[in-house]
């Protein structure tokens, strides 16, 4: 394919076509599922040299990926404009990987305080245990802000944006650049933006996704990738996977290759129909606000603005103080189209309470009322109003 510009229309061609299987078996559409473990050598000073070579791919063993993990790491790869994918069996394994590839004992880490709740989890413990002092930051911290908290021996300064329940939208760039000057690498769980946020082009070094979000798109599979921009930062990924023993399942590649045929035209029914519910809960006088970078009123609109060329459809609903938690509880048990489960990006629509916010350590995430997380999905946009109109006009029932 072209090198495509910075496009919507463009970008549904690109996902039709990357990673098709093409003349490899027997000109059919899609890449099969391709199972294995032993990789046979022709000879012995073969495996010595530790090539054998298939097809246009190294391979030594089924640890290395197949077929079917290739093809979908073709795929990730025009996604996120990078130059090298590595499949892993959750996204949260795509969190561990990068973190565990670029830092050792002594070295210090930096997170958002809006940081996904297992991310901080596997700071407190076993990076804590192996010596990696790790510092929670305010995730709306300017460049100078972020000059600051690096320390001569910070490695790597950790992003996600926007925050995981409370939808921070950090100035990646300006991040960025005070990371560089002082030698530490930018990592960032990117599964929000999708392909709306160009990582690469940002100054981003290893890019992150939950592929069981949008990518999957149907609620049935765990995976997650790490993408990176250099053959070095490539190899330093790929053997701390190795030597990690991850592994994904060709199965679930197969399931992310079939999602993700489809993905453009979800997400932007999604979005759609996530913005216009955004917009109806915004104006209802239960809500206090709501946490969507697409809407004027969020605090860094400005910086999903500059940044981002879409939405997805999961954002926060604050309620005003004057509610209890029990009535917010409320509100999301009276719902009968939503679901209550974590996780998102599937066709369906799901509803939690927001608890993430009140582990942090930074003193973030006060939005000054009970707070709910929402995702949109392909139900009729008409439905789910109602839906929410029933549970919200019952609140002082709770
Ligand atoms: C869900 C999620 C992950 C982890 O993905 P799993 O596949 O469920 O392990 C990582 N980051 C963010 C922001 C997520 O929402």
Not at 341 to 350: D, I, K, M, P, Q
Request: proline share 5%; net charge negative.
């Amino acid at each position: 394919m072209p090198e495509a510009p910075h496009g919507k229309d463009r970008f549904a061609t690109r996902m039709s076509h990357a990673g098709r299987a093409g003349v490899k078996i027997h000109g059919f559409v899609n890449p099969g599922v391709h199972r294995g473990s032993t990789v046979l050598f022709p000879d012995c000073a073969a495996r010595k040299a530790g090539a054998a070579k298939r097809y246009d791919q190294f391979l030594t063993y089924g640890t290395q990926g197949g077929p079917t993990h290739h093809a979908l790491e073709d795929v990730i790869c025009e996604i996120e404009g990078g130059s090298h994918c590595t499949i892993l069996g959750t996204g949260l394994a795509a969190v561990a990987v990068p973190l565990l590839a670029w830092l050792k004992a002594g070295d210090h880490c930096l997170m958002p305080d809006s940081v996904y709740g297992p991310a901080r989890t596997l700071a407190d413990t076993l990076m804590k245990g192996w010596g990696i002092e790790t510092t929670f930051y305010d995730p709306c911290v300017d460049e100078a802000g972020m000059a600051a908290l690096i320390r001569p021996n910070t490695k790597v300064v950790y992003t996600e944006s926007p925050g995981s329940h409370t939808f921070e939208v950090q100035d990646i760039p300006a991040i960025a650049r005070a990371a560089h000057a002082r030698g530490a690498k930018v990592l960032m769980d990117n599964t929000w933006g999708i392909h709306h946020f160009q990582p690469f082009r940002h100054g981003v070094d290893c890019s992150i996704q939950a592929l069981t979000k949008y990518v999957g798109g149907h609620s049935d599979i765990l995976l997650g990738s790490a993408t990176v921009n250099s053959e070095e930062d490539h190899l330093t990924l790929r053997s701390t996977a190795s030597i990690l023993g991850q592994y994904a399942s060709p199965d679930d590649c197969w399931l992310a290759l079939r999602g993700v045929r489809t993905m453009a035209v979800r997400l932007k029914e999604q979005a759609e129909a996530g913005l216009r519910i955004a917009r109806w809960l915004e104006a209802r006088e239960e809500v206090k606000q709501v946490l969507h970078p697409a809407l004027p009123s969020h605090p860094q609109h400005h910086l999903w603005q500059r940044d981002f060329t879409g939405t997805c459809s999961l954002f926060g609903v604050v309620l005003h103080p004057r509610y209890s938690q029990e009535q917010m509880t409320g509100v999301v048990d009276a719902l009968r189209l939503f679901g209550i489960g974590a996780s998102w990006g599937g066709f369906e629509s799901l509803a939690i309470p927001t608890t993430g916010n009140l582990s942090r350590t930074a003193g973030t995430g006060d939005f000054g009322g009970p707070t709910f997380r929402i995702h949109i999905g392909l139900e009729a946009v008409e439905d789910l109003e109602a839906d929410l109109a029933q549970a919200l006009d019952g609140i002082m029932r709770n």
